[in-house]
C-alpha cells in the first residue's frame, strides 16, 4: 500500500470517505519530510495544515517557564493525524510546540483547502465535524488519564495507542507524557513484563 492509499484507508476509516470523496481532495494533498527534531509547528504560531503520518513520531510539548522544563502533551505516530487541534480548527496562535522526535514524512493538506472541500461536499462537512469532535475527545482524554487513571494505566493506554512507540522514542519522552520521572516508568515496564 503506498502513502495515498494508506492516507484514503484511513481517511475512510475516520469519517466515512468514500473513493469518489478522496478524489476531490487528492491534488490538495502534499508531502513533507522532516528532520529528528525539526518543528511541524511552534508555539504562538497558527497552524495552516492538516497532517497524516506515514512514517515517524512527533510529540507536541510546552515548556514550563520556571524551570525550563520541557513536558510532553500528546504523541502522534505512523498512520495517524498530526495536527495542532485548537490552532488549526480556530485558526488562532498554538499554545505548544509540535515537533518530530524522528525522521519523518507526512502527507498535508492546508486550512483553505479543507474549506474549500467543505463547501463542495457535505461528506467532506462531516469530516470538519468529525475533526473537531476528535479534537475535543483527544483532550479530554487525556485530562480524564491524569485524573481518573493510574500511571500504568496511562502506560497500558499508551501501548494500545502507539504499539511501536518504545523503538522510536527515549523513555524520558514517554515518561514525560505519561506524567511520571524515569525511575517509575522502569518500575512499570518491569511489572508489566512480568505479569
Not at 527534531?37 to 520556571?66: A, H, M, P, Q
Not at 509540535?98 to 479543507?114: C, G, H, M, N, P
Not at 495507542?161 to 523513555?171: G, M, Q, S, T
Request: aromatic fraction near 16%; include cysteine; charged fraction near 25%.
Amino acid at each position: 500500500m503506498d502513502e495515498i492509499e494508506k492516507l484514503s484507508f484511513a481517511l475512510s476509516h475516520f469519517a466515512g470517505l468514500s473513493e469518489d470523496d478522496f478524489k476531490l481532495s487528492q491534488d490538495f494533498w502534499l508531502p513533507k519530510h522532516y528532520k529528528k527534531g525539526d518543528f511541524y509547528n511552534l508555539r504562538g504560531t497558527v497552524c495552516t495544515y492538516f497532517g497524516f503520518i506515514v512514517e515517524g513520531v512527533f510529540r507536541s510539548y510546552t515548556i514550563d517557564e520556571k524551570t525550563g522544563e520541557e513536558k510532553n502533551v500528546f504523541l502522534y505516530s505512523a498512520n495517524g493525524f498530526v495536527v495542532s487541534f485548537k490552532s488549526f480548527i480556530n485558526q488562532m496562535p498554538c499554545d505548544y510546540h509540535t515537533q518530530a522526535l524522528t525522521d519523518a514524512l507526512i502527507i498535508y493538506i492546508r486550512y483553505t483547502d479543507l474549506l474549500s472541500l467543505y463547501h463542495q461536499s457535505h461528506r467532506w462537512e462531516k469530516f470538519g465535524r468529525l475533526l473537531a469532535q476528535e479534537a475535543f475527545n483527544v483532550t479530554m482524554t487525556r485530562i480524564e488519564g491524569f485524573i481518573l487513571k493510574s500511571p500504568e494505566e496511562r502506560y497500558l493506554d499508551l501501548i494500545k495507542k502507539h504499539p511501536d512507540i518504545f523503538n522510536y522514542v527515549p523513555l524520558y519522552h514517554i515518561s514525560s507524557y505519561l506524567g511520571i520521572q524515569g525511575p517509575s516508568l522502569s518500575r512499570i515496564r518491569k511489572r508489566i513484563s512480568g505479569k
